[in-house]
């Protein structure tokens, strides 16, 4: 596992080469498979992916590296109009990914229709004078369907991975030659507490329905990361009691298979056995918490 750690990463700036290189934002209704693209791109887990819309919050950053490039990705959470504290923040952190980007990868669902949302987007896209690549996405679910294709609009799987290479190539001739920005063996610039915290929220997403998954942050209080173990504490809080009695539903049972399916895909990631404490809390108002909301952007 690599993770950013700047003592580590100037002590290898001799690695550090020029290449075409530059930040990439992938934006796009929800679940239209950005975070998904960007796992298989990069053959590893960095950033969860759900079938519930909305589910990355903070922007995730990526590093794909090849012969030729570093291409650093950055995954954007849905923009939305909204006055909750934490919505504000979501919304900074996918336009401020946008201007900083030399291309920006504009995600369509080819199994949804997409409506007003996608004008919004559309409108966005106009303002910042940056390019934009359209790509159709999911089109292992629709092999039929008729896409016009040329230099600006793309067609992928991130299930079979069609297209990523033409796709890739294309995105290179956007970028600038440039010192690489971290070293080759580093894919991602979360830090331990942010990717557990994440792998544990992916699964309250994947075992809760209606509003309970937007209602949960998860903390991550301690690691103890030991050669053969990892140790963690961590609490999941809910908005209200009545959704922390949904999580600890039937005598623990929810909360048990959200304890085991993150412990085990923790350890896949981490690559060793994983101790994991999980205990559920109420926060009330927690999403207006400035405080609290500040401290998870930083
Ligand atoms: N069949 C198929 N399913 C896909 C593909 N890409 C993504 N999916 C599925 O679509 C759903 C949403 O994928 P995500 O990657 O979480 O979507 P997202 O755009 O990051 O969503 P938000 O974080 O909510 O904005 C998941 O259930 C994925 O498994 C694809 O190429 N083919
Ligand atoms: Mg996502």
């Known amino acids: 596992m690599k993770e950013l750690d700047l003592n580590e990463i100037l002590s290898k700036t001799q690695d550090l080469k020029e290449k ?3 930040y990439v934002a992938i934006i796009g209704r929800p679940n239209t498979g950005k975070s998904t693209f960007i796992n298989a791109l990069i053959w590893r887990k960095v950033s969860i992916t759900t079938n519930v819309p909305q589910t990355t919050r903070k922007r995730i950053l990526a590093i794909y590296n090849d012969i030729d490039s570093q291409i650093i990705l950055f995954d954007t959470p849905w923009i939305h109009d909204s006055q909750k504290i934490l919505n504000k923040e979501i919304n900074k952190e996918a336009t401020n990914s ?9 995600f369509i669902d080819t199994t949804r229709d997409g409506w007003e949302e996608e004008n919004y987007i559309k409108s966005l896209i106009k303002e910042i004078k940056i390019p934009v690549i359209k790509v159709y996405t999911k089109i292992d679910l629709k092999p039929k369907i008729n896409i016009p294709l040329n230099e600006n609009t793309f067609k992928i799987s991130s299930i079979d991975k069609t297209w990523f290479i033409e796709l890739i190539s294309r995105v290179k001739t956007h970028l600038k030659n440039w010192m690489t920005l971290y070293p080759e063996d580093y894919y991602t610039s979360q830090d331990m507490f942010f990717r557990i915290s994440e792998i544990i929220r992916e699964k309250v997403f994947l075992n809760t329905k209606e509003e309970v998954p937007h209602s949960i942050f998860v903390s ?20 209200t009691d009545s959704q922390r009695f949904i999580i600890i539903w039937k005598a623990g049972s929810l909360i048990a298979k959200i304890w085991k399916e993150s412990r085990l895909d923790l350890e896949k990631v ?16 927690w999403k207006n918490d400035e405080k609290l909301i500040k401290k998870m952007f930083e």
């Open 20 to 22: 075409k290189v530059w």
């Open 98 to 106: 946008m201007k900083e980007a030399s291309v920006i990868l504009y």
């Open 220 to 239: 991550v209080e301690e690691i103890e990361d030991k050669e053969d173990i990892l140790n963690i504490i961590s609490y999941i809080y809910t908005e």
């Open 270 to 285: 981490f690559e060793k056995k994983v101790f994991l404490s999980l205990r559920v809390k109420t926060r009330e108002k």
